[in-house]
């Protein structure tokens, strides 16, 4: 029996890189890794957040008079909001005249998602494509996922799980019998450089895939390509000498990296890390195709 409803921050509808086909994409919110690049820092954190867009204010204070908690204050040119005393409870939201307070993640049954995915079906069955569960981490809401999942099963929906890896083995080979297709995150073979750009380890994330593939688990691995992080070619060469020794790799997804992201964090008050000085240049992609390709590996170039 589930206490909660599942957490979610965005249904993203005719996603084109997000699996085969046109894919109706489901973002759960919450996430155990902490890359400063992610581009969806909204489901970085578990839970309903509130956000201010100090753009868009125009002082009228209404917002500040409506707080139940006096958590809202204004200093004479912007609003602030004490997150100790929020108690989430959205008046503001409603209140602002100009959409100045923004509800970042919403709870949802589980007919109510799949109710949103199955609106979309005349598209899946006319492309092939289906639903992509992603995040945030999929995987730490692991009983709504797995109950989302058996469900678009029933409705014969191609499904997608798009994951760092990072769970128990048990969890995701239990998700993996529910499963289509992996989009398999893979960042830094390097235990720990791993650690120091994602917050987290990755032995358990290794040891996941190769069950996958032993399994033979449909996967395509997300590698997201950053300069001075992991495009060196001793990081490739290793990363195509592990994966070419695992059998159920559809291919290799080349995810080049931008810093597009930086509105988002400065909305969520959380350290923007992205930099320009990440992307990387048409030459890296090019000689980090090649090295993976000479793995025998396929690889597709994601811009
Ligand atoms: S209600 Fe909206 S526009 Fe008015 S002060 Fe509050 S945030 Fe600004
Ligand atoms: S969500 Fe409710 S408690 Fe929190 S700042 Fe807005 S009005 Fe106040």
Not at 60 to 83: K, N
Not at 189 to 206: P, S
Not at 235 to 250: K, P, Q, T
């Amino acid at each position: 029996m589930l206490n909660e409803l599942p957490t979610f921050f965005d249904i993203k509808r005719y996603a084109l890189h997000d699996g085969p086909q046109i894919r109706t994409t489901v973002f759960f919110k919450g996430c155990p890794l902490r890359c400063f690049w992610c581009h969806n820092p909204e489901g970085i954190g578990c839970g309903l957040e509130v956000v201010i867009v100090q753009e868009r204010c125009i002082g009228c204070q209404e917002c500040v008079h409506g707080c139940p908690e006096q958590a809202l204050s204004w200093d004479g040119t912007a609003i602030s909001r004490d997150d100790e005393r929020c108690s989430l409870c959205l008046n503001c939201v409603e209140i602002c005249p100009s959409l100045a307070h923004e509800a970042v993640g919403y709870q949802a049954t589980i007919e109510e998602i799949v109710g949103e995915i199955t609106k979309d079906q005349p598209f899946f069955d006319q492309s092939g494509g289906g639903v992509t569960f992603s995040g945030g981490e999929p995987l730490a809401q692991a009983e709504h996922l797995l109950m989302l999942l058996k469900r678009c099963g029933e409705l014969e929906i191609h499904r997608c799980v798009d994951t760092s890896g990072y769970a128990e083995t048990p969890i995701l080979l239990e998700v993996a019998a529910h499963t289509d297709l992996f989009l398999f995150d893979l960042k830094h073979m390097d235990g720990g450089l791993h650690k120091k750009h994602t917050g987290v380890g990755n032995e358990q994330i290794l040891h996941n895939l190769e069950v996958l593939s032993k399994n033979g688990v449909s996967v395509r691995i997300r590698f997201p390509l950053l300069a001075s992080i992991n495009d060196s070619a001793a990081h490739v060469e290793a990363m195509g000498r592990f994966l070419s020794g695992l059998g159920s790799i559809e291919h290799v997804d080349l995810l080049v990296y931008h810093d597009l992201a930086g509105a988002k964090y400065r909305k969520l008050k959380r350290p923007d890390l992205t930099d320009r000085a990440y992307s990387v240049t048409a030459e890296i992609v090019d000689r980090t195709r090649r090295l993976l390709e000479a793995h025998g590996l396929t690889v597709h170039l994601e811009k």
